[in-house]
Antibody, heavy 122, light 108 residues
Framework: QLQLQESGPGLVKPSETLSLTCTVS??????????WGWIRQPPGKGLEWIGT???????FYNSSLQSRVTISVDTSNNQFSLKLNSVIAADTAVYYC??????????????WGPGTVVTVSS | SYVLTQPPSVSVAPGKTATISCGGD??????VHWYQQKAGQAPVLVIY???DRPSGIPERFSGSNSATAATLTISRVEAGDEADYYC???????????FGGGTKLTVL
């Protein structure tokens, strides 16, 4: 059974860089039909897609965050990571990593990590 | 950018049927995916490709997609179905994931 787990600092200062890692277990990050995504949810609000990566390194980013986001993959450790720079208070959220299944031109998230709370505050 | 519109809230009595809509431009041409998120938990996929159900999801959950909107239907609603529900599509024009704003389902 595929499992994902987010890890990283729970508190980040304004203007600094938020860095999170997602560790995948129970399956290979190099699976052909699997993409890997980051999604966030500010307190009391809805889901916001941040970006997606394939094991080859191909990425898709939310255009509203693209200038500040980098997603990378480490196939040797079955992990992928998120970096969001120049953070502000509005970046405070629960951050989720998820497997993004791809089939017939569609992408959807079929396995999620439990989420990690990141607070931006001095 | 592509926008998905959901009602903020839906209320239903136990044992009745709940319907949650998801509107978008030409949505019938897209595969719509639905997630259930209970309080304090990560989302769970309940419907994919508009009407397919992952293993482990009760048959009470079903989905459809038409020219006007995609719909998530929950039959014989139980107290445990109380949650936020989100629809999602892939916008292939710009390679973006798009989520609807979410609908809070309240079981009366």
């Amino acid at each position: 059974q595929l499992q994902l787990q987010e890890s990283g600092p729970g508190l980040v200062k304004p203007s600094e860089t938020l860095s999170l890692t997602c560790t995948v277990s129970g399956g290979a990050i190099t699976s052909m039909s699997s993409y890997w995504g980051w999604i966030r949810q500010p307190p009391g609000k809805g889901l916001e897609w941040i970006g997606t990566i394939y094991y080859s390194g191909r990425t898709f980013y939310n255009s509203s965050l693209q200038s500040r986001v980098t997603i990378s993959v480490d196939t040797s450790n079955n992990q992928f990571s998120l970096k969001l720079n120049s953070v502000i208070a509005a970046d405070t959220a629960v951050y989720y990593c998820a497997r993004q299944a791809y089939s017939y031109g569609e992408y959807y998230f079929d396995s999620w990590g439990p989420g990690t709370v990141v607070t931006v505050s001095s | 950018s592509y926008v998905l519109t959901q009602p903020p809230s839906v209320s239903v009595a136990p044992g009745k049927t709940a319907t949650i809509s998801c509107g978008g431009d030409n949505i019938a041409s897209k595969g719509v995916h639905w997630y259930q998120q209970k309080a304090g938990q990560a989302p769970v996929l309940v419907i994919y490709y508009s009407s397919d159900r992952p293993s482990g999801i009760p048959e009470r959950f079903s989905g459809s997609n038409s020219a006007t909107a995609a719909t998530l239907t929950i039959s014989r609603v139980e107290a445990g179905d109380e949650a936020d529900y989100y629809c999602q599509v892939w916008d292939s024009r710009v390679n973006h994931v798009v989520f609807g704003g979410g609908t809070k389902l309240t079981v009366l």
